[in-house]
C-alpha cells in the first residue's frame, strides 16, 4: 500500500496487510515467550532444526494436500523469474522438516526430536489470530512407533503453555487408525453423505469424492446435525490400533493431563494415522485452536523417502500470545538495570569505558545519547532516566570525573538516595546494581 504526502509527493509506503511489524514493547514479550520455548524443549531433549522460508510448490502438493484449502485457495505460490521453478512460501513446517530429514538422512543413526519456530504465509483474510504471514512454534519427533512419544508430545505441549500462565484450554483427542481402517470408514462416510446429498452444502458436495472426512470439519450450522450423526472413525478401528490409542491416553492420565475424545477431530490425508489431538480455548472466538497435531506415518514415503514413523505438531504463537493478554499475564517489556547520564561530552569517553565494564558484568544500561545540539541539560537527562524505568541513574558529571567517581542514584524506591562508586571498580560494584533489579 503506498500513499503519496503532500509536501513531497513521495511515496509513503505500508506493509502488507496482515503481515505485521513485531515493534517495542511488544516485541520483548515474543522474546520471553521464545525463550520460555527453548527451556521447555532443552528439558525434553528436542533440539532446534532451521528450514528456508521458500521451498518447492511440489513439497506443499503432496504433502499438505492437493485438495486442502491451503493448497488450493491460500499458498504464495509462484514462478522463479531465473529458472521457471515453481517456489512457494510455506504455509506449514512440518512438509519442510520431513524434506529436510530425507534430504540430509537424517535418521541414519537413530530417531531425531526437533523444533523450529519461524514464519508461516497463507494468503486469506486477515482477522483476530489469522494473518497472511503467522508465526508458528512446532515440535517433531521422527523415527519413533510408540505410543509414548504421541504422549510425550502432547505432554511437551501442555507442559509449555501450563509454564507461561496459560490456562482453561483443553485438550481434545481421537484416533485415525491405520490405512485399511481408514479406508472402511471413508466407504461408510461416503456411502452416508451421498444418502444425504440434499443436505450437503457447496464445499460439502464438492469434498464429498475426494476428501469427504474434512466435511466433518464444516463450520456450516445447518450441517451439524447431519455431521453429528455420521459414521464414528473410532468404530471401525481394530485391536492394535485401539490398544494404541489406549496407551496415550492411560499415559495422559498419568501425567496429570486432562483430555477429552473428540469423534469428530480429523485430518483429511491419508498419511496420517493413530493419534491427531488439539489444544483449545474458548477465549478467542473463533480462532481457538492454539496446537494442533498428530502421527503422519506416511509422509516419508510421500515425499520419496523410507518408511519412518513420526508424529508433532504445530503452535499458533499469536494466538498464544493474544490469550495471555486475555487472560491478563502479559508480560511488560524489560527495563534496564540502570539508566547513564553525562553532564558534558566531555565525559562521554570515560561514561561509555565504565558501561562496557558494566555490561560484561550482566548489567543492562541505557545510555543517554545527545541531539546535534548537545546532551541537554541534567533536568531533561533525568526526567528521561525515570521515564525509561531504570532502578539507578549513574551520572557522570565535572565532579565525578575529576574525582574518579561516579554517583549512582536510586529512581525507585522513594528515598532518592545516592552513594558515590570508584570509576575503576566498576566489576566490583556492579553486581549491587542487579542484587536491586
Not at 513521495?10 to 516485541?27: C, R
Not at 522438516?97 to 494468503?123: C, Q, S, W
Request: net charge negative; aromatic share 8%.
Amino acid at each position: 500500500m503506498v500513499e503519496k504526502s503532500a509536501a513531497s509527493r513521495v511515496e509513503k509506503l505500508f506493509a502488507v496487510k496482515g503481515m505485521n511489524d513485531i515493534l517495542p514493547p511488544d516485541s520483548a514479550q515474543w522474546e520471553w515467550f521464545e525463550e520460555q520455548v527453548r527451556v521447555q524443549m532443552n528439558r525434553h531433549a528436542y533440539r532446534n532444526i532451521r528450514t528456508p522460508i521458500v521451498e518447492p510448490t511440489a513439497l506443499f502438493v503432496r504433502g499438505t494436500g492437493e485438495t486442502t484449502d491451503i493448497v488450493e485457495k491460500e499458498m504464495y505460490a509462484f514462478e522463479d523469474k531465473l529458472n521457471g521453478e515453481a517456489l512457494t512460501l510455506r504455509p506449514e513446517n512440518t512438509p519442510g522438516v520431513v524434506r529436510a530429514a530425507i534430504e540430509h538422512n537424517l535418521t541414519y543413526d537413530g530417531a531425531k526430536r526437533l523444533y523450529y519456530m519461524g514464519p508461516m504465509f497463507r494468503h486469506e483474510r486477515p482477522q483476530r489470530g489469522r494473518y497472511r504471514q503467522f508465526y508458528q512454534l512446532g515440535a517433531e519427533a521422527l523415527g519413533f512407533a510408540g505410543p509414548e512419544v504421541d504422549a510425550e508430545l502432547i505432554v511437551l505441549a501442555h507442559q509449555l503453555l501450563s509454564s507461561i500462565g496459560l490456562h482453561g484450554f483443553r485438550v481434545e483427542l481421537n484416533s485415525l487408525g491405520v490405512s485399511s481402517e481408514r479406508h472402511a470408514h471413508r466407504a461408510a462416510l461416503v456411502a452416508y453423505f451421498e444418502a444425504h446429498v440434499d443436505s450437503l452444502d457447496a464445499d460439502a458436495r464438492r469434498r464429498l469424492h475426494a476428501n469427504p472426512l474434512r466435511i466433518l470439519d464444516t463450520k456450516n450450522p445447518a450441517m451439524q446435525a447431519l455431521v453429528q450423526e455420521a459414521p464414528q472413525l473410532l468404530d471401525f478401528l481394530g485391536e492394535a490400533s485401539l490398544k494404541h490409542f489406549e496407551t496415550v491416553k492411560a499415559l495422559l492420565s498419568a501425567c496429570g493431563v486432562q483430555w477429552q475424545v473428540n469423534p469428530r477431530l480429523v485430518r483429511g490425508l491419508d498419511y496420517y494415522s493413530h493419534t491427531v489431538f488439539e489444544f483449545i480455548t474458548d477465549e478467542l472466538g473463533a480462532q481457538g485452536t492454539l496446537c494442533g497435531g498428530g502421527r503422519y506415518d506416511g509422509l516419508f514415503e510421500l515425499l520419496g523417502g523410507k518408511p519412518t514413523p513420526a508424529v508433532g505438531w504445530g503452535m499458533g504463537i499469536e494466538r498464544v500470545l493474544e490469550l495471555l493478554k486475555v487472560q491478563g499475564r502479559s508480560r511488560g517489556p524489560s527495563i534496564p538495570d540502570a539508566y547513564a547520564i553525562v553532564v558534558d561530552a566531555s565525559a562521554m569517553a570515560t561514561a561509555m569505558q565504565c558501561l562496557q565494564v558494566l555490561r560484561s558484568e550482566g548489567v543492562c544500561v541505557q545510555m543517554h545519547a545527545g541531539t546535534s545540539e548537545g546532551l541537554g541539560s541534567i533536568k531533561s537527562q533525568f526526567k528521561r532516566a525515570d521515564s525509561s524505568g531504570a532502578r539507578f541513574a549513574l551520572v557522570f558529571g565535572p565532579d565525578e570525573i575529576a574525582s574518579g567517581t561516579v554517583t549512582v542514584k536510586s529512581l525507585r524506591d522513594g528515598s532518592g538516595a545516592q552513594i558515590e562508586q570508584v570509576l575503576n571498580q566498576s566489576a566490583q560494584w556492579a553486581k549491587s546494581l542487579q542484587s536491586s533489579a
